[in-house]
């Protein structure tokens, strides 16, 4: 047997048994014992709050037991709201006035409390019965998440009952078919591509029932595109037009009854056509940064990647893959023509190049052939730094570097750059003259192969004497006309 000072604290989570039926009231009530004068009221009793240290009759086991159940209260069938049914019991000391039983919606912290109170002389002519008390005035709404708890009147310390209960669902038979707020009915539409609105109304609905209508945009949850608009009950099936500026695929009809915590129900029509996405690119010149900022999430890889003039086709530079859904931010980029973002989701790849319409400075690599030798030159409409590799073309996007050769310092904006190289270095199948910009994180090669020779030229190894690569700097362009980059 638990002594005097013992603690109960009982949490249990309480519902209607699976297949149970949900029984219903015609009138709320309240009721004690029979033949016991109680004096019900519906409020909390701030005095009730401040517990008292239990005399030595007033053990936890005088509560005895606490039920907790769903009822439904109906003006007609399709009109019902939820009510908690509590039973509680009570065995009489004789310091004991009565009990009260507090809800506490975990959901919004409201408290609603109801008390049952014995006079003084029947409580004394009650001590040692069963006090048993029955009220079923306690609204609820829909899946709420309650705490009830049972105390003893007046409130002795750790003298209590208390237990979670959460109300049933629309998932349930009787609660689905009973309560407004779960008449989600059904969305129709169609798009009015010329007024750029979306035509919406509601069927498979009372029609009593009013009910709002909306757009919005989906991320965790359903943000506000446009403001609901509110369908009175004396116009069922009346259409709404809901204006729009892009359809994007996160772009939801949203619908639900006009009543308190009614379920919704969403429709995103354009949810597949992803590709309105790809142009959410931002370059800021100043900062040098890339950043793709997709007003819907969509779930993914993004890369920078190199496009190719002869086929199409964008190479991936290294290291610049990033997951989404987020934005996707680089640092340090060169803004080149021909560098470009790929954008891969279970629907297929798209290549964004937000540079190819040459609004933005770039720099050029052009190939001369000279007497003994070839000159890289760079020019550039911005200060900038570059390097030339030689190296041995493996596969159509893979060249592995054989030689790396620093060009000088380009301070100055329209400025010349240049590197001599041998003759013997670059006429040999696969060898290619890579030109780079070196003060980025992220760049993009000029690339060219296949370079031939104006004379029959026998490849020979390179010796320790054979004349060094050297570095020019003109203020001109000068030189024969450029071979076409590839």
């Known amino acids: 047997m638990l002594s005097g000072n013992a603690i109960i604290f009982l949490t249990l989570v309480w519902g209607t048994l699976e297949g149970q039926t949900i029984s219903q009231i015609s009138e709320c009530g309240f009721a004690c014992s029979e033949g016991v004068s109680c004096k019900s009221k519906v409020n909390r009793n701030i005095f009730n709050s401040f517990c008292r240290q239990p005399l030595p009759s007033v053990t936890p086991s005088v509560l005895e037991s606490l039920t907790l159940s769903t009822t439904t209260k109906c003006v007609h069938r399709g009109a019902c709201a939820l009510h908690l049914s509590v039973s509680a019991s009570l065995i009489m000391e004789e310091s004991l006035r009565g009990l009260e039983i507090c809800l506490l919606s975990l959901d919004t912290q409201e408290t609603r409390c109801h008390s049952a109170r014995i006079p003084k002389v029947s409580s004394q002519k009650m001590v040692g019965r069963t006090l048993q008390v029955h009220f079923d005035c306690f609204e609820v709404s829909v899946a709420q998440h309650l705490y009830v708890t049972l105390k003893t009147i ?282 780079w910009r070196t003060d980025v994180d992220y760049s993009v090669p000029a690339q060219m192969c296949d370079i031939r020779c104006n004379r029959s030229y026998r490849k020979r190894q390179r010796r320790p004497h054979d004349s060094p690569l050297t570095i020019h700097r003109d203020p001109g362009t000068g030189g024969d006309p450029p071979r076409s980059l590839s």
């Open 154 to 435: 007046p409130y002795y310390c750790e003298v209590q009952i208390s237990r979670e209960y959460r109300v049933e669902d629309c998932t349930d038979a009787d609660v689905g078919r009973n309560i407004p707020a779960c008449f989600a009915g059904r969305l129709n539409y169609n798009v009015d591509h010329a007024q750029k609105a979306i035509k919406v109304h509601f069927a498979d609905i009372p029609r009593s029932q009013a009910y709002y209508v909306r757009l919005c945009l989906k991320w965790f949850a359903c943000e506000d595109y446009s403001p609901p608009v509110l369908v009175n009950a004396e116009q069922p099936g009346k259409a709404v037009s809901l204006k729009y500026s892009q359809l994007l695929p996160c772009l939801c009809i949203e619908g639900w009854a006009a009543v308190p915590d009614a379920v919704r129900i969403q429709i995103c029509p354009f949810e597949n056509d992803t590709r309105i996405l790809w142009d959410y690119i931002f370059y800021n010149p100043f900062a040098q940064s890339l950043s793709w900022e997709p007003p819907c999430p969509v779930q993914g890889q993004v890369h920078l990647c190199g496009m190719s003039k002869t086929d199409d086709l964008c190479w991936e530079l290294s290291h610049t893959g990033r997951t989404a859904p987020g934005n996707v931010h680089y640092l340090q980029v060169d803004p080149q023509p021909w560098l470009c973002m790929k954008f891969t989701t279970l629907q297929g790849s798209w290549v964004r190049c937000p540079f190819a319409d040459g609004n933005f400075p770039g720099w050029k690599m052009k190939i001369h052939q000279l007497p003994d030798k070839f000159r890289a030159s760079f020019i550039s409409r911005s200060p900038a730094h570059f390097q030339v590799h030689l190296c041995n073309r493996t596969e159509p996007f893979h060249c592995h570097v054989l030689e790396t050769i620093s060009v000088g310092s380009q301070g100055d904006a329209d400025a010349i750059a240049h590197v001599d190289i041998p003759e013997a270095e670059v006429c040999s199948p696969d060898i290619c003259i890579q030109g």
